[in-house]
């Protein structure tokens, strides 16, 4: 165990315990602290010991398990972006004749859900990070729309605008 759990001179019991519970929130921010008696030291300390051994395994693990829960997190943070941009973007769409022009109805479909598909580490790899790219450009498109648009000179806006009616036309 990483803390020293000894008296330090002139600490209290009460004292020692709220450095226990501070030091097993470092470790993970959702442990919860009860009141200072010896079971709830004993639980603390239990606790501690598996937060360490679980960090150490987690630090000897494998490298590929950590770049997939990055893949994950980047997924999940694409897809919250979407979420909100998609609702901005409906919002501005309800206003600007322009915006509505702009958006294509696969703008508005919902994104990928993130699930973590295949039988190896590398298959899971490749899924994810399609699905964290795909996210990223999508965030990256409608935050163009949202931000650029007003920012464009009316040429450019002019220019936009007849580009997307057009590869609607296109499209039907």
Do not use: C
């Amino acid at each position: 165990m990483l803390m020293n759990p000894a008296h330090v001179p002139g600490e209290t019991v009460g004292q020692l315990y709220n450095r226990m519970v501070a030091y097993a929130r470092t470790l993970d921010p959702r442990f919860v602290g009860g009141a200072a008696s010896v079971p709830e030291m004993d639980r603390v300390k239990k606790a501690i010991e598996t937060f360490e051994r679980q960090a150490a395994e987690k630090k000897a693990g494998d490298p590929r398990g950590s770049e997939l829960t990055v893949l994950h997190r980047r997924a999940e943070e694409g897809r919250g972006r979407i979420i909100s941009l998609q609702a901005e973007l409906k919002l501005k769409a309800t206003v600007s004749r322009e915006i509505a022009i702009l958006v294509t109805p696969a703008d508005f479909k919902e994104p990928a859900p993130i699930t973590q598909s295949g039988d190896s580490i590398e298959e899971k790899i490749a899924v994810m990070t399609n699905l964290a790219s795909g996210h990223g450009a999508t965030v990256r498109k409608l935050e163009s729309i949202l931000n650029e648009w007003p920012r464009l000179p009316p040429e450019q806006q002019n220019r936009r605008l007849i580009l997307a009616l057009a590869e609607r036309l296109k499209n039907e």
